[in-house]
Every structure is written in C-alpha cells, then in structure tokens.
C-alpha cells in the first residue's frame, strides 16, 4: 500500500516583482509536506533566467523539500541548456522537467531541440543521475495530430528517459481516466500525476481553456455563470470543486495530485486542510 504523490508547482515571480513574493507564496504553504514543488521557467521577455535555480535552492535549503526545476526547450541551444543545467547542479537540485515550451511571437526557435523529447535525451545523457520529469496532455495537446500520436509522442519522452509524467490541467476527471488508460496501454508505466488548478477567476479559466485546451465542463459553466461576477463566492466554489475532483482522482486510486498553486497559498492551504486526510495510504489498498 502507498500513499499516492502529491506535489506543487510555483512560478517565478516578475522580474520587477517585490523580492519577498516568492517567500510569501512558499511560507504560505508550510507544512503542506509536499512531495516536491516545482518551478516552472520562463521564456518571456519579462522572465529571468536565473529564477528557477534560485527558487529551487531556497525551496530545498530553506524549506527543506525536493525541488524540480522545468527547462524549456526551442529556444535554447547547447550551451544555454548546459548552463541552465549547471546552474540547477550548483543550487542543488536533482530532478529536471524539460518542456518544449510555447511558441512566443517574432521569436525565431533555436532549431537545436525541437521536442521535448529532444532535450529530455540530452538531458539524460549530459547528467545521467538527475531524475526526469515530462509533461502529458489529457484531453491532447492543442497542436498534436491526433490523441493517438500525442501518446506516441509521450511514449517517446519515457523512452528517452522522463521516469515521471505530470499532466496539464483538467477539470473533468473521466477525460484524465480515459486518458491514463490509453498511455498505459500503450506502455507507459511510470507514475503520471494529475495536474489541478483551482479554479480563482473567470478570464484565468477562459485563458486556460484557449491556450490549454482544457474543456470547460457543464458543471464549471454553471459555477462560472452563477458566481463570476462575485469573487469571494467564485473561489470558494473553486475550493470546494477542486476538492471534490480530488477526491474523485484519488478514489480510482492514481499516483498523485499536482496542484498549480498560482503562487495562491490561501487557496492551497484551504484544498489541502480538505484533502489531506485522503492521503494516507493509496490506491494498492
Ligand atoms: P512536446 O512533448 O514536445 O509536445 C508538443 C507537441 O509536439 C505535441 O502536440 C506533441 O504531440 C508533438 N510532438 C512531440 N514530439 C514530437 C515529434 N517527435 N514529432 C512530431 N511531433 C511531436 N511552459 C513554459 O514555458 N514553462 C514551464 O515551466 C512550463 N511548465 C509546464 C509544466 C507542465 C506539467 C505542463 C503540462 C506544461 C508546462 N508548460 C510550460 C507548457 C508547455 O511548454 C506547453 O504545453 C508546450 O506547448 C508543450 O510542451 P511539451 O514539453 O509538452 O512539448
């Protein structure tokens, strides 16, 4: 019997943002306990390159959790990954989640990893002892072919050495089901987290849903029509939601919960103090 993963995802503040924001967000969630917090990597050009490592290092020096830094991919060549990868090594950290990335506007791609899977091998075998992570798509990238060459596609990032799938966020658990079905059946059998994100704001859940292609469902309609306009309530049904998704994930017994905590602890904590009894013991039971 295991007790399933579960896990945080924080982004690096603006770069004109108050220094302390970040501690605000990570001393919110203390005591959460989670597995690790990862920290996504910014490719814009309000991003900082050198932000994941320092985040990494404080989460794992001063908070005492596993980190996992995310790298993106088609904008980089080699030199730049391998200082990024140096840069993870010396704040200490021991596990990598290379991506892609998106598309930015005017900007032309390095042309040097075009997949994630590219830069996974790269990784794999330029630091050979740190761990792999990889992203999935439950209801299929926005850009992939078709479902079938999506789970291809991933097959080929656990072949080139990711040991460990987070998905992209969903909000109807019988798409990320279905979903997990597929991939086993095609022969993938490392851990995949589910990815959730509590719903906070109307234009953030329609933002999301555009870029990520995550379906809003009828039930989330509802909550959207009746409570957009009332913010207090809308977060409170977005708890509430994200709670009973949860708790609907962990009741089929899957390897773990990743929340995007939006760098929002009162909202992390509030799923949490309603989630956490659901953690002992796991799906093997
Ligand atoms: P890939 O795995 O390369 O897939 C992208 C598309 O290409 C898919 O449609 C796939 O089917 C297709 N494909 C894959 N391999 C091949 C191949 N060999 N030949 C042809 N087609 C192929 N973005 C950031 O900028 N920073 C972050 O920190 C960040 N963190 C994220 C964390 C998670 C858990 C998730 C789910 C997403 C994250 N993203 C982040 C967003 C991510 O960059 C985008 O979703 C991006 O569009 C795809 O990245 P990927 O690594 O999944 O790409």
């Not at 490392?190 to 039930?219: K, L, Y």
């Not at 009741?251 to 919960?257: N, S, T």
Request: charged share 20%; with cysteine; proline share 6%.
């Amino acid at each position: 019997m295991h007790r399933p993963i579960f896990s945080l995802e924080v982004f690096p503040p603006k770069r004109n943002a108050a220094v302390g924001t970040i501690y605000d967000t990570l001393d919110g969630m203390e005591g959460l306990k989670p597995d690790f917090i990862s920290v996504t990597y910014g490719t814009g050009r309000q991003a900082d390159r050198t932000a994941t490592a320092r985040i990494c290092r404080t989460i794992l020096q001063e908070y005492g959790i596993p980190a996992v830094a995310h790298l993106t991919a088609q904008y980089a060549d080699r030199q730049v990954v391998d200082a990024a990868l140096d840069m993870f090594e010396r704040a200490g950290v021991t596990a990598v989640l290379p991506l892609r990335g998106d598309a930015i506007e005017g900007r032309r791609p390095a042309g040097v990893f075009k997949h994630a899977s590219d830069l996974i091998a790269y990784v794999h075998a330029a630091k050979p002892d740190m761990a792999i992570f990889a992203a999935c798509y439950p209801e299929t990238h926005p850009e992939a072919v078709s479902p079938e060459s999506d789970v291809r596609y991933l097959k080929a990032k656990v072949d080139a050495g990711a040991g460990h799938l987070i998905s992209q966020l969903f909000y109807d658990n019988a798409q990320f089901l279905t979903f997990l079905d597929h991939a086993r059946a095609a022969g993938i059998n490392v851990p995949i987290e589910a990815g959730i994100m509590p719903i906070t704001r109307v234009g953030q859940v329609r933002r999301m849903s555009d870029t990520c292609g995550s379906r809003i469902p009828p039930a989330v309609e509802r909550i959207l029509d009746k409570w957009g306009n009332d913010a207090e309530a809308l977060r409170e049904a977005g708890i509430i939601y994200a709670s009973e998704q949860i708790a609907g994930l962990l009741a089929e017994g899957v390897d773990g919960i990743h929340l995007y905590s939006m760098n929002q602890p009162v909202v992390i904590r509030r799923i949490w103090r309603n989630i956490a009894p659901l953690f002992v013991g796991g799906a093997a039971a």
